[in-house]
């Protein structure tokens, strides 16, 4: 429509133009506490994090496998890293426990799924190095 949203009244023959009142969508409702935002965005932030370093964890270990298995720094980062995405999994699945009792509309399955996959991964990869006999069990 070429009007800008205007259109005639019918039975009108003024040139008299009425403005169409758009139509909102019906938004989801606000939760009224921040709190529930503030927990929902750290929440995500926890599981990109753990995400990041469970990638760089398959990076250096992928480096250890192809190029170099003797390079002992690749062997201390790909522990480390394995560390903070089980540490911040743990904290990332707490939150999501949080977020999904506190909000009043819960988050999509999809994104549930992917945020529980990323935070236990880190410990099944950690069961499995336990297991392989690849890490020590005791110190």
């Known amino acids: 429509m070429g009007n800008g949203g205007c259109q005639r009244r019918p039975g009108d023959n003024n040139s008299v133009m009425?403005?169409?009142k758009p139509n909102p969508k019906n938004p989801p409702p606000r939760d009224p506490n921040p709190t529930v935002e503030f927990v929902t965005v750290a929440w995500?932030?926890?599981v990109m994090t753990a995400l990041v370093c469970e990638l760089g964890f398959v990076a250096a270990r992928a480096y250890l496998f192809f190029v170099n298995?003797?390079?002992v720094p690749i062997q201390?980062?790909?522990t480390m890293l394995l560390f903070a995405a089980l540490v911040i999994g743990l904290i990332a699945l707490g939150l999501m426990m949080i977020v999904v009792r506190m909000r009043r509309v819960t988050p999509p399955r999809g994104?549930?799924?992917f945020a529980a996959v990323v935070?236990?991964?880190p410990v099944a990869a950690m069961i499995l190095k336990l297991f392989s006999g690849?890490?020590?069990a005791t110190p």
């Open 18 to 20: 009425v403005k169409r």
């Open 44 to 46: 995500m932030l926890s």
């Open 69 to 71: 298995a003797e390079t």
């Open 76 to 78: 201390v980062l790909a």
């Open 111 to 113: 994104i549930l799924t």
């Open 119 to 121: 935070s236990i991964a």
């Open 134 to 136: 690849s890490m020590p």
